[in-house]
């Protein structure tokens, strides 16, 4: 059964404290990995598709990676506006998209 | 371009009524999925509409269902409500090619009283 964690549930950092999530994953045949960003109350917004093995992809101060495995999500020197929840989800070879728990990071000033 | 809207944003019904929820995906997007998502469970997929058709399932009761317009317009509908279906009801579209890119709308929240 295709299945998603995610660690830490949270996460609290300084601002400028680099740090990264992680996105451990079984999947029957992976097409692809996301990651997104929640804010409270509102719907995921989207920030990065990971095709396969060895993959990078950035975006301002996040860095997403992609193992067989895992996937992380790396933060560097992030800001308060960086507090959010991010949400990892994968889709295999039976085409549902499965999401994880998520991780809550807070970025204190 | 418009991004995926959502209507109502909010609802608040009582035990035993329907709620009928509606969303407008990006334009081009043929897929529709919806998602319920509680603090306990996290986002749990409902079902998927591609060209009108519910193309995937998720592990739901029979209360709850779906249905895809010509025009890519997708509603969902939960009969004989309960409690524990108060919840953010998510809407994501996707252009519905293999590997699908979803894009969300801001949700609707239902309360249940």
């Known amino acids: 059964e295709d299945q998603v964690t995610q660690s830490p549930e949270a996460l609290r950092l300084q601002e400028g404290e680099s740090s990264s999530l992680n996105c451990s994953y079984t999947?029957?045949?992976?097409?692809?990995l996301f990651w997104y960003r929640q804010d409270p109350g509102k719907g995921p917004e989207f920030l990065f598709t990971?095709?396969?093995a060895g993959e990078e992809k950035e975006k301002e101060r996040l860095k997403a990676t992609l193992t067989k495995k895992e996937s992380f999500l790396h933060i560097t020197a992030p800001k308060p506006e960086d507090s959010a929840t991010y949400l990892c989800?994968?889709?295999?070879?039976?085409?549902?998209?499965?999401f994880g728990p998520g991780t809550s990071l807070s970025v204190i000033p | 371009k418009a991004g995926v809207t959502q209507t109502p944003r909010y609802l608040i019904k009582t035990r035993g009524q329907q709620v009928t929820l509606s969303c407008s995906p990006i334009?081009?997007?043929?897929?529709v999925s919806w998602y319920q998502q509680t603090p306990g469970q996290g986002l749990q997929f409902l079902f998927e509409?591609?060209?009108?058709?519910?193309?995937n399932k998720g592990n739901f009761p029979g209360r709850f269902s779906g249905r895809q317009f010509s025009n890519s317009r997708s509603e969902m509908n939960v009969s004989t409500l309960e409690l524990g279906d108060s919840a953010l009801y998510l809407c994501?579209?996707?252009?519905?090619?293999?590997?699908?890119?979803?894009?969300f709308g801001p949700g609707t929240r239902l309360t249940v009283l």
């Open positions: 990971l095709y396969s």
């Open positions: 989800a994968v889709q295999g070879s039976y085409d549902k998209v499965i």
């Open positions: 509409y591609f060209s009108e058709t519910q193309r």
């Open positions: 999947v029957s045949g992976l097409r692809g």
């Open positions: 334009s081009g997007h043929r897929s």
């Open positions: 994501a579209s996707s252009p519905g090619t293999p590997v699908d890119t979803q894009y």
